[in-house]
């Protein structure tokens, strides 16, 4: 009978080691290539966040074509009895019928406040095109009043420090573009359209402090602090126990105050502005007082963005610039005025 021989060759499998360097090759391929997704990723947020600007901007252009001037930021009264009337028709909601958004402009009773019960259907809507892609906190934010609001992620250049000279004040204009009861026309940009900022990014939920009253410091419209001055220094209110802090501003398109709709240039792009208790918050913005109160109102709302290096802003040409955080702060400056009669040379 023949013998019957077993094999001695067993079948090979991958061995402890070689899986491990498998897994390892294949972990640094996903390190190498989730760099580059992400940034096509943000490459596209980016294209998105300008191309809301320029829709932003074609509404804008078509207000004035359609009415002869840009839109007021407010409209504030004042009544015999010393009270304050004032239109909650901002500049956002003034616009929405020239961004194909007419059911919720008419929605909107101009004369009472916009969390008014007639007025919240409207203001708790989110108009996307007020709102960038890399926003990461989108959602309408929860008024302890008036409920569910839309946010938004671009402001109207309402001022330098000098936002409102007051309702019963017989002081200057602010020096930008925009304003309350203020509806400038295309003529009183003399700087050029193309170096006179209208809008810019800002962040969604931004902390903010206000109802300081009038600031230590600043409160001469003519006399404000350089763009490159020390925010604590000039404006220790930034520390102050006496003023409310708040985490929502720019969380409500519906509203009228420049710390909901609108940046001043006060400081450059993306300035570190320590605040709050403690001083525990690096970006915070500081309204003295607010311009639905009766003002005057003295600002420093920076314009940011959640893109890295610099913000969107929107010319008074209808061009939009990604414009550094590196940004020199006078130049800056200039660009937010329509008529300082600034030299500015090269690109910015």
Not at 267 to 282: Q, S
Request: charged residues 15%.
């Amino acid at each position: 009978m023949p013998k019957i021989q077993l094999s001695s060759r067993r079948e090979r499998g991958f061995t402890l080691i070689e899986l491990l360097v498998v897994i390892a090759i294949i972990a640094v391929l996903v390190a190498l290539l989730l760099p580059a997704v992400q940034q096509a990723r943000e490459a596209a947020r980016r294209s998105q966040c300008r191309n809301n600007l320029k829709q932003l901007g074609l509404a804008i252009f078509n207000y004035e074509s359609a009415l002869g001037r840009l839109p007021p930021t407010a409209v504030v009264a004042g009544r015999p009895n010393n009270g304050l009337e004032t239109s909650y028709l901002g500049a956002f909601g003034r616009i929405l019928p020239y961004l194909e958004q007419g059911n919720i402009y008419n929605q909107i009773n101009s004369s009472s406040d916009y969390g008014d019960l007639n007025n919240l259907p409207a203001s708790a809507h989110t108009i996307p095109v007020f709102l960038c892609p890399s926003e990461p906190n989108s959602d309408p934010g929860l008024n302890a009043t008036y409920g569910l609001i839309g946010g938004n992620n671009y402001g109207f250049c309402m001022g330098d420090w000098f936002v409102w000279c007051g309702v019963n004040a017989t002081g200057p204009q602010t020096r930008s573009a925009f304003g309350v009861n203020l509806g400038r026309r295309w003529a009183d940009f003399t700087d050029g359209t193309s170096q006179t900022l209208l809008m810019s990014e800002v962040k969604n939920y931004t902390p903010y402090i206000r109802d300081c009253g009038a600031l230590k410091n600043i409160q001469d419209p003519n006399n404000v602090p350089p763009s490159d001055a020390d925010p604590l220094t000039v404006a220790p209110e930034y520390a102050s126990a006496g003023c409310t802090f708040l985490l929502n501003a720019h969380s409500q398109w519906a509203e009228v105050a420049v710390h909901h709709i609108g940046f001043t240039t006060a400081w450059p792009p993306n300035k570190k502005t320590p605040g709050g208790p403690g001083l525990a918050y690096p970006d915070v913005d500081l309204n003295s007082q607010r311009e639905r109160i009766g003002g005057p109102t003295f600002a420093a709302i920076t314009s940011r963005s959640n893109h890295p290096g610099g913000v969107h802003s929107l010319m008074g040409d209808g061009s939009v610039r990604f414009v550094s955080s590196s940004i020199n702060g006078a130049i800056w400056r200039s660009l937010g005025t329509v008529n300082g009669r600034e030299a500015i040379s090269g690109d910015f």
